[in-house]
Antibody, heavy 124, light 108 residues
Framework: QVQLVQSGGDLVKPGGSLRLSCAVS????????MSWIRRGPGKGLEWVSY????????YYADSVKGRFAISRDGANNSLYLQMTNLRVDDTAVYYC?????????????????WGQGTQVTVSS | EIVLTQSPDTLFVSPGQSATLSCRAS??????LAWYQQKPGQAPRLLIY???TRATGVPARFSGHGSGTDFTLTISSLQSEDFALYYC??????????FGGGTKVEIK
């Protein structure tokens, strides 16, 4: 079954750390670029981070740069987001998502497969 | 950073009627624009990519139009399951990948 299954969300204090995981199944993980996207309470969707299929290209939103680290493990078919120095405004549901890839002759960084989401709450 | 502005914030539509949602980009994104549907407690679902191409399994009542800076998502003959939140997203010029603020489609 083609799916992304997330784990790792929790309640943490400001300044704390957390690692989110996204287990991939049903497709060749190494063929796809991946991202993390979040939705804060009462807010819209916010892209957080991207990692290319090789792992060589990595990008972050300015709001998390220097605090979050994305990684992938092909042997375990997993995507990770290491979050440090967490702030109250990092509180959100976090989603892992797969880039669509090549379709109609072009490459598309639209997200065609999403994890179920995991809640991260940062509060004292 | 490319800013996407969606309008209206909320759209009230009767079942069976059509709805047109707007997404305007602060600069041209060519046709590198996607639309998503999100329901409470669920992950977003890709509806449209490349401005007008329906994703796999998306009903034909969903259609996307536009290029450059102005885009629309039209839902014809709204069904009960279509009442949800809708987002546009550009992937033409990034990082960052950006989303619009969303339009909520509610029952009139």
């Amino acid at each position: 079954q083609v799916q992304l299954v997330q784990s790792g969300g929790d309640l943490v204090k400001p300044g704390g750390s957390l690692r989110l995981s996204c287990a991939v199944s049903g497709f060749n993980f190494s063929d796809y670029h991946m991202s993390w996207i979040r939705r804060g309470p009462g807010k819209g969707l916010e892209w957080v981070s991207y990692i290319s299929r090789s792992g060589k290209s990595i990008y972050y939103a300015d709001s998390v740069k220097g605090r979050f680290a994305i990684s992938r493990d092909g042997a375990n078919n997993s995507l990770y987001l290491q979050m440090t120095n967490l702030r109250v405004d990092d509180t959100a549901v976090y989603y892992c998502a797969r880039s669509l890839g090549y379709a109609t002759g072009f490459y598309h960084d639209a997200f065609d497969l999403w994890g179920q989401g995991t809640q991260v709450t940062v509060s004292s | 950073e490319i800013v996407l502005t969606q309008s209206p914030d909320t759209l009230f539509v009767s079942p069976g009627q059509s709805a047109t949602l707007s997404c305007r980009a602060s600069q041209s994104v060519s046709n590198n624009l996607a639309w998503y549907q999100q329901k409470p407690g669920q992950a977003p679902r890709l509806l449209i990519y490349a401005a007008y191409t329906r994703a796999t399994g998306v009903p034909a009542r969903f259609s996307g139009h536009g290029s450059g800076t102005d885009f629309t998502l039209t839902i014809s003959s709204l069904q009960s399951e279509d009442f949800a939140l809708y987002y546009c997203q550009q992937y033409n010029n990034w990082p960052p990948l950006t989303f619009g603020g969303g339009t909520k489609v509610e029952i009139k």
